[in-house]
């Protein structure tokens, strides 16, 4: 590797998903803009899969390629870890079941290479629901901020910051037992930085895995995300849009997704969820609407 620290850090944290891993390394290696720029950083949760075996081929082909085994599972505390264990000039965590998107890489490396450091620079992966697509934006406070991304801020694929953001953090492990500690990191810069700028792209398309899920899909995504929104008191009304839009695209989605799951792909943790839904939505009257939708469609019409 060079004596110059890379551009960017790509770090995967992983756990027992040794072919997804090597398809994500596949795919970034065999990438035109792979170069000495960039640096992979993997970081292994303790996996008893053939995972080390997977990234010693690797290892020994590139140098630019980091790989740190926990002593034991440490859950959501790798993500924190995998960024901390990097040393590019930009951190970027990276699921092992994403594959960038023809070109994307260096258009990432582009971006990263003309900002200003002294900026906030997030760079968030295209969504259905995503309020700007394909553009960058410019926002000035947390509300803003919000307003743009949404619920995309618990998807741990999308954080990326600075390196020296990094000691923004306290305690950049306060929410890992909520397992959102994500949403803490995007919301604390975006509090911290005058200015914060957004950039909208198809940068990655995503595989899902065979088994998705073994926690509490609407604890952590409802229950927790509205909770972490309120100790950062956003605004009442950025708090209220929000809340419809994660139940408007995201549990009436999961919902759905999850009674149509006759291949059991799916295994999360949902007998609380009526409870849960109702703890956050009973004095809306969009969720009896939503609910009726979701009731009448299961009844009416299989997948």
């Known amino acids: 590797m060079s004596n110059n620290p890379p551009l960017l850090s790509i770090c995967i944290p992983t756990y027992n998903r040794a072919d997804y891993l090597k398809g994500a390394l596949e795919n970034i290696t065999s990438d035109p803009a792979f170069d000495n720029s960039v640096e992979i950083v993997i970081s292994d949760n303790a996996s008893t899969d053939n995972t080390y075996e997977v990234v010693h081929e690797y290892c020994s082909k590139y140098d630019n390629i980091l790989y740190f085994r926990n002593k034991e599972n440490v859950r959501d ?13 930009y951190v970027r965590l990276f699921n092992d079941t994403l594959r960038f998107s023809e070109g994307k890489l260096q258009r990432m490396l582009e971006i990263i290479s003309q900002a200003d450091d002294s900026k906030g620079l997030f760079l968030f992966n295209d969504s259905a629901h995503t309020i700007v697509q394909n553009k960058c934006v410019k926002t000035t406070n947390i509300n803003s901020f919000l307003n743009h991304v949404s619920y995309n801020i618990t998807w741990i694929a999308n954080f990326g910051c600075w390196k020296s953001d990094l000691m923004l953090f306290d305690n950049p492990e306060r929410y890992s037992s909520l397992q959102l500690s994500q949403v803490d990191w995007f919301l604390h810069l975006t509090s911290q930085r005058s200015s914060v700028y957004v950039y909208f792209d198809g940068w990655f398309n995503s595989i899902p895995p065979l088994h998705k899920g073994g926690y509490n899909l609407f604890k952590v995504f409802v229950d927790n995300y509205l909770l972490i929104l309120k100790r950062y008191r956003v605004s009442f009304v ?18 759905l997704r999850i009674h149509y799951d006759t291949n059991n792909r799916f295994t999360f943790i949902t007998n609380d969820k009526w409870w849960i839904l109702l703890k956050h ?22 997948k």
């Open 281 to 302: 939505y009973w004095g809306c009257p969009y969720f009896y609407i939503g609910i009726f939708y979701y009731k009448f469609k299961t009844l009416f019409f299989t």
């Open 77 to 89: 505390k790798n993500f924190f870890l995998a960024l901390s264990r990097a040393n590019g000039k």
């Open 238 to 255: 950025v708090f209220e849009i929000e809340k419809y839009r994660l139940f408007r695209y995201f549990v009436l989605s999961w919902l």
